[in-house]
């Protein structure tokens, strides 16, 4: 079946570094994908809508200097989080629809500590 | 490790049918569930949570789910199904002393008018 995978699975940085996660279909293209933080103690929240040729859609409260999302081709999207703080610690995790969109498939996440 | 299972992969009623999905969960310890909808061409919206307290949760749209920890299950009910009903349903459980979230493979709903 359709697998999305993500890189890295787990990240520590430093405050005020760059982090750049990779979220890629592995045998199927994805002309749209969605990023998702998980907030500790609260469900997912989409951040943001990544569209191939085209800018990502930010949902509101989402600061999109500091998220840069780029879908570079139809199976690779990447979520940079620019001089990050220790408040952007969390889970990323990314989805992309199936053919037709019979389906999302999820990314098995990234974690991000910050220091 | 946690897992999340879904046993229904597609599920076919007409309007006003009762629905119940099953989800069941492998983990010892505390857990925070949820159930997501994801409708065509949208992204997913949280439906309810499960965090602690009143084992029966009530979410959006009529829909309640039922944690009952000696069968590792959070099963989503309705009792009358709409059209606008139709979408793609995921399971998902977190562990709270970790962030991450893991989603069952889903459960793709299609209400016949």
């Known amino acids: 079946g359709a697998v999305v995978s993500q890189h890295p699975s787990r990240v520590i940085c430093k405050s005020g570094t760059s982090v750049k996660i990779e979220c890629r279909s592995l045998?199927?293209?994805?002309?749209?994908m969605f990023w998702y933080r998980q907030f500790p103690k609260q469900s997912l929240m989409l951040m943001a809508t990544s569209n191939e040729g085209s800018k990502a859609t930010y949902e509101q409260g989402v600061e999109k200097d500091k998220f840069l999302i780029n879908h570079a081709s139809l199976t690779l999207s990447t979520l940079t989080v620019t001089s990050a703080h220790p408040e952007d610690s969390s889970f990323y995790i990314c989805?992309?629809?199936?053919?037709?969109?019979?389906?999302?498939?999820f990314g098995p996440g990234t974690r991000l500590l910050v220091l | 490790a946690q897992s999340v299972s879904q046993h229904n992969h597609h599920v076919i009623l007409s309007e006003a049918a009762s629905l119940e999905l099953g989800c069941n969960y492998s983990?010892?310890?505390?857990?925070?569930l949820f159930w997501y909808v994801q409708y065509p061409g949208q992204h997913l919206q949280l439906l309810l949570k499960?965090?602690?307290?009143?084992?029966l949760v009530k979410g959006i749209k009529g829909f309640e789910a039922e944690f009952i920890k000696s069968k590792f299950s959070f099963n989503l009910r309705k009792p009358s199904v709409q059209w606008s009903d139709t979408a793609e349903y995921f399971c998902a459980v977190s562990v709270p002393e970790d962030d991450k979230i893991i989603f069952g493979k889903g459960t793709r709903l299609h209400i016949l008018p």
């Open positions: 989805s992309a629809p199936g053919l037709a969109g019979e389906t999302q498939y």
């Open positions: 045998d199927f293209q994805a002309t749209t």
């Open positions: 499960y965090f602690s307290g009143d084992p």
């Open positions: 983990y010892g310890g505390t857990v925070n």
